[in-house]
C-alpha cells in the first residue's frame, strides 16, 4: 500500500527538506545552544526541535489545521504567541554578556550548570511547536502536497519522518557547532554572535507580527 504514495511522499520529503536547511529560528537556537553549552546540550535542543513537529502533524492530521486557516483568530492567536516566544528568545540572546575562555570552555563536553539537559529540550521544543512559520507550512504542505484521500496512518508516518529529518539535521548542526576547535573560535566572540543571533531573531519575530 505503501508503495501507492512513493510519489507523494518523495515532494513532501523534498519540500520539507529544503524548508528544514533553510536557515530560521531553531538553526539560530541550535547553534547558540551548542556553542555556549556544548555539545549534549545542542543534542538535546535538536532532539527537542524533532520533538516538536509532532505538534504540527497532530493537530494538522487531526483537521485543527484546516480549522485555523478558516477561523482568523485563531490563527492570529497562534501567530501573536509564536512571535512573542521567539522575541523572548531573541532579547535574551540580546542581553547576552562577555564570558571568559575557562567558563564557556572547560575542555569537555559536559553542559554548564546553567543549563540542563531537560531545559535544552524544552526551549528546542517550544521554539519549533511555537512557530507560526512552521503552522502556515504544514497547513500549505498537507493541502496542497497530501491527498485528501491519503490514509490518516500513513499521513502519520509522514510526520514521524519529519520528526526524524528535523532531529538528524539539528544534530548535526549542533555536532559541528560544538567541537572543540568550532566552540573556541566562537567563544572569543560568544557574546558578539549571540546578540547577532539575537537581532536575528528579533527580527523574525518582528516580521511575523507585522504579517498579521
Not at 37 to 44: A, K, L
Not at 183 to 198: A, N
Request: hydrophobic share 55%; glycine share 8%; charged share 10%.
Amino acid at each position: 500500500m505503501l508503495s501507492n504514495y512513493l510519489g507523494e511522499f518523495l515532494a513532501l520529503a523534498t519540500i520539507h527538506f529544503l524548508a528544514v536547511v533553510a536557515p530560521g529560528p531553531d538553526f539560530a537556537v541550535t547553534i547558540r545552544q551548542s556553542v555556549r553549552f556544548g555539545r549534549w546540550v545542542g543534542i538535546c535542543t535538536a532532539l527537542g526541535i524533532g520533538a516538536g513537529i509532532s505538534v504540527h502533524v497532530l493537530y494538522t492530521v487531526l483537521g485543527v489545521g484546516a480549522l485555523m486557516h478558516t477561523t482568523p483568530w485563531l490563527m492570529t492567536v497562534a501567530k501573536v504567541a509564536g512571535g512573542a516566544y521567539i522575541l523572548y528568545l531573541g532579547v535574551s540572546l540580546l542581553r547576552s554578556q562577555p564570558q571568559s575562555a575557562l567558563e564557556g570552555d572547560k575542555g569537555s563536553d559536559e553542559p554548564l550548570a546553567e543549563q540542563t539537559l531537560l531545559k535544552a529540550f524544552t526551549t528546542g521544543f517550544l521554539t519549533n511547536a511555537t512557530n507560526p512559520k512552521a503552522t502556515l507550512f504544514f497547513l500549505a504542505i498537507f493541502t496542497t502536497v497530501i491527498s485528501a484521500t491519503t490514509p490518516l496512518k500513513v499521513q502519520a508516518l509522514y510526520g514521524v519522518w519529519m520528526c526524524f529529518v528535523n532531529a538528524l539535521w539539528f544534530v548535526i548542526v549542533a555536532l559541528f557547532f560544538s567541537s572543540a576547535r568550532v566552540r573556541v573560535l566562537f567563544m572569543r566572540l560568544g557574546h558578539w554572535f549571540e546578540r547577532t543571533m539575537g537581532v536575528i531573531l528579533i527580527l523574525f519575530a518582528g516580521r511575523l507580527i507585522l504579517s498579521m
